[in-house]
């Protein structure tokens, strides 16, 4: 039994970069059952960007199911950019999950923004100024959401789609004095706190590729800068959790958006 779950994140959309990914998007049920986006789908989080998301990511063959990113929340448009996405029927998670039937079994994913923090003995704690407490309990909150929705689902394999990181291990190649604002190791614990067999990310366009869990869960930063490609492809099942060379997939461009 196996189901392959494509996924990429920090495609930053605009009107001059739609259609670049479409062809590689085109094959995907040749490769994959679903397609994940990590987050940061736009630039400024703007209804318009939205509108082009919708337009390279909407109508596909396979289910797509995606988080925000920061970005995404820029101008204080968040439901506006949903409803257009979810229009395009994209499944938008945040706190939730939602199970799909795949052809190798039932896969379930929850998904959230998820928030910075930090990781283990240099993270920020809740202690002092409101606004520190403030700072904290929104990644707590976040995780736990996150640990909830992974802890309800009925499915046969479960993956975590976040924006921010889980692990520091994805974040090697970005100056250590924003590992912080990259992502929080409360994220890793709610992955750990169910039977996850895979958690990827984005947020991190500098970042490393592969991480692990401190209970041994395959993390992996999908950030398009990072992959470099359309998407990555990884295979999860029984005995063989793997991720997939994919010779399609490579989108038109290599470019790194910030
Ligand atoms: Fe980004
Ligand atoms: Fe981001």
Redesign the pocket.
Known sequence: MVIRIAAVG?V?LDKDVVGRFRPALEELPECADVLLLAG?LTRHGTEAEARCVAEEFGGLAVPVVTVL?N?DHQCDQVPQVVKVLEDAGITVLEGNGVVLDCAGGRLGIAGVKGFGGGFAGRCASDFGEPEMKAFVRTTTDSADRLGAALRSLDCDMLVALTHYAPVPDTLVGEPLEIYPFLGSYQLGQAIDSAPTALAVH??A?AGTERGTTPGGVRVRNV?HPVIKQAYSVFHVGDQLDTDQVSPIGQSGSQRSWS
């Open positions: 920090d930053h940061d990113g970005h984005g947020h366009h950030a």
